[in-house]
T-cell receptor, first 113, second 119 residues
């Protein structure tokens, strides 16, 4: 069983479209995260939610809106996609804000054309 | 504030020779430190972590790292490289607590080191 699963794994879409990436964890963790890996492989945190509440928001454009319907899910919705949004997006989860036990998903490769 | 610097963007070794990937960190508080590996077009895999216990940490696939507070370093080593070790490696730091005393689980990644292993 996959602990942290993301869908889709690959997504190619046109500029201006709106798309979502879904994430689910079956570990019973309280905290979920979205990280972005850009074209230079640099990884940076975008958001963190704990029990459906936003606890980290790292100056991400308003076009990115995370949604957590319950603590096992953290979806990432992106409006008006731009070329620069092309990246790999990693979902992760951990027990309450514990960096020592973070589990990452396999990543979602987003290409905006 | 926390940051991490990986001193080499590329490291190339021959199969069977030692591997050394260098990492220096900066942290306001007692940090937790990690090494992650990413194979091409794959996700992130945790190799090992330091969380204030033993300073020499052993991980998977024969890798180990030593936490040296005086040098603010957390270098990754392996005695003998294998072809399957070719990948990108990320040194990662997490402050245990922020200024308010709460850890938010935020990881700060280094820029990555690409390890190439030659036959």
């Amino acid at each position: 069983d996959t602990a942290v699963s993301q869908t889709p794994k690959y997504l190619v879409t046109q500029m201006g479209n709106d798309k979502s990436i879904k994430c689910e964890q079956n570990l019973g963790h309280d905290t979920m995260y979205w990280y972005k890996q850009d074209s230079k492989k640099f990884l940076k945190i975008m958001f963190s939610y704990n029990n459906k509440e936003l606890i980290i928001n790292e100056t991400v454009p308003n076009r990115f809106s995370p949604k957590s319907p319950d603590k096992a899910h953290l979806n990432l919705h992106i409006n008006s996609l731009e070329l620069g949004d092309s990246a790999v997006y990693f979902c992760a989860s951990s027990p309450w804000a514990s960096a020592n036990t973070i589990y990452f998903g396999e990543g979602s490769w987003l290409t905006v054309v | 504030a926390q940051s991490v610097t990986q001193l080499d963007s590329h490291v190339s070794v021959s199969e069977g020779t030692p591997v050394l990937l260098r990492c220096n960190y900066s942290s306001s508080y007692s940090p937790s430190l990690f090494w992650y590996v990413q194979h091409p077009n794959k996700g992130l895999q945790l190799l090992l972590k330091y969380t204030s216990a033993a300073t020499l940490v052993k991980g998977i696939n024969g890798f180990e790292a030593e936490f040296k507070k005086s040098e603010t370093s957390f270098h990754l080593t392996k005695p003998s490289a294998h072809m399957s070790d070719a990948a990108e490696y990320f040194c990662v730091v997490s402050d245990k607590k922020d200024a308010g005393g709460t850890s938010y689980g935020k990881l700060t990644f280094g820029q990555g080191t690409i390890l190439t292993v030659h036959p």
